[in-house]
């Protein structure tokens, strides 16, 4: 059987006594439970116990809930629920922020050492030579460290200790790579190593302050365009015989002079002719080749250069040709001369040495020297008359001194130069002659223009990276 609900006990009390015969007095004496085998109480006789008996209502109604303003979750009212969440929040403001703690290997590189004991770290910075003692002086200085004093006992997390390796990193070049013995080499210094032991907040700042101040000159960004205009204009004229066995001009066998012949042909050579002239006027017979080239050449060479230097260094781009002659290095006895092989260079050499002015602007000293080969001049002939030239060089230069803000180039022009060539063989007096003195000489004009224009422009390369290996 199942039980009822404890406000429904009493009404179920009255109607208890209401079904037995002996409940009919005026003061109702104390109803007997009933039993499992008696009869259930009906719906008509429930329903006019209620309307009877008026003592059934709603909970609410007649007592009050009060669990009704209970947090089922918490259990607690309104009231003591908004204290305790007040009285978290002022413990949570008490406790102090947990600090996120990164992995020290991914913040200063592989190159560290981590000191289990201590949670100290260990971490070389190797520098120029001759840098080091500087920075331990900077960081003492200005670096608003507390500086470790072995005399103090072990170190502490508040300080930072600093040990100098002056000269540490060397290296040793071999002087003859190809002795058969060995060889102790050459020791060269490469840098200093400055060895600082921190935690890992005071390292990371230590870091910051050398990465400011020790983290190497500024990177300079040298780009230069080079172009190189060269043109050529000439006129080859000449004139000479048919064939070595025909003179240009044959007389008649009675008279005093029997033939003419001369040859001037033009330097290209002989195959480029304008016509083969001939004739015959009073028994005098005429044949000659006139001989005629004109040549345009115009020639633009582009380079593009970039090079990087760090601020102060020196940046040296050049485009060159190297032109091979014959030197004379000895004469002999007999009036003979030793040769040997050499060459000239020529063609465009940029130097650029830029220096950083501030923050911004950058300062370039600037060399520029543009070349090539004029002529050639004969140095010395052989006794089978084979003759020995030297190359003649043309060469023009330009220095100065600029300042340039980020995004500035600087034109450098005017590296002009004109070469006119007139070089004419004639027969004299008849090489005179108006018009008809063309057929007694040769002739040969050119016109050479080099021009060189550079075009010059920095960019300051920012950052250094002293966490990674390269």
């Known amino acids: ?175 003859n790579l190809r002795s058969s013995s060995p060889d102790a080499g050459q020791g060269i210094t490469l840098s200093d190593w400055l060895i600082v032991t921190a935690s890992q907040a005071l390292l990371s700042d230590v870091e910051f302050f050398i990465d400011i101040f020790a983290g190497g000159p500024p990177q300079i960004e040298i780009e230069a365009k080079i172009v190189e205009w060269v043109t050529n204009d000439s006129l080859d004229l000449g004139v000479g015989p048919v064939n070595d066995s025909t003179p240009i001009v044959d007389f008649p066998g009675s008279t ?51 090079v990087a230097v760090r601020e102060g260094g020196k940046a040296n781009i050049e485009a060159i040709e190297k032109i091979p002659y014959l030197k004379i290095t000895s004469i002999t006895n007999s009036g003979g001369f030793n040769t040997a092989l050499d060459y000239q260079e020529v063609g465009v050499r940029l130097f650029v040495v830029p220096r950083l002015v501030g923050t911004g602007t950058v300062s370039l000293e600037i060399s520029v020297e543009a070349s090539l080969q004029t002529a050639s001049t004969v140095a010395a002939s052989t006794a089978a008359g084979d003759q020995i030239s030297l190359p003649t060089l043309a060469s023009r230069k330009a220095e100065t001194l600029v300042y340039l803000k980020p995004g500035q180039a600087v034109i450098l022009g005017g590296l002009i130069t004109e070469r ?40 300051v390369l920012g950052g250094s990276d002293l966490n990674r290996d390269f």
């Open 420 to 459: 006119n060539v007139e070089d004419e063989k004639k027969i004299p007096l008849l090489g005179d002659i108006p018009l008809l003195g063309y057929l007694f000489k040769s002739r040969f004009t050119s016109t050479e223009k080099a021009q060189v224009l550079f075009f010059i422009r920095p960019r």
């Open 256 to 306: 005093l002079v029997r033939d003419l012949t001369w040859n001037f042909p033009n330097q290209v050579g002989a195959n480029q002719f304008l016509a083969t002239v001939g004739t015959v006027q009073d028994g005098v017979t005429y044949n000659m080749v006139l001989e005629a080239l004109s040549k345009y050449e115009n020639v633009s060479i582009i380079s593009r250069p970039k």
């Open 1 to 175: 059987m199942r039980s009822l609900p404890v406000a429904l006990s009493p009404l179920l009390s009255v109607a208890l006594c209401l079904t037995q015969a002996g409940c009919r007095s005026n003061e109702p004496e104390a109803p007997a439970p009933r039993g499992i085998d008696q009869e259930p109480l009906s719906m008509e006789e429930f329903r006019r116990l209620i309307q009877d008996a008026g003592t059934m209502s709603p909970v609410d109604e007649a007592m009050g809930d009060p669990y009704r303003d209970v947090d089922p979750e918490m259990g607690s009212t309104p009231e003591e629920l908004a204290a305790a969440r007040a009285a978290e929040e002022a413990q949570e403001q008490e406790l102090p922020a947990i600090p996120v703690v990164q992995n020290p290997y991914q913040e200063f590189g592989s190159r560290i050492q981590v000191h289990d004991d201590t949670g100290l770290i260990t971490k070389p910075y190797p520098m120029r030579p001759g840098m080091g003692q500087k920075m331990v002086d900077l960081i003492t200085e200005y670096g608003d460290f507390t500086i470790y004093d072995s005399a103090t006992g072990p170190q502490g997390p508040a300080t930072v200790r600093l040990d100098l390796r002056a000269g540490f990193d060397q290296e040793f070049i071999s002087n």
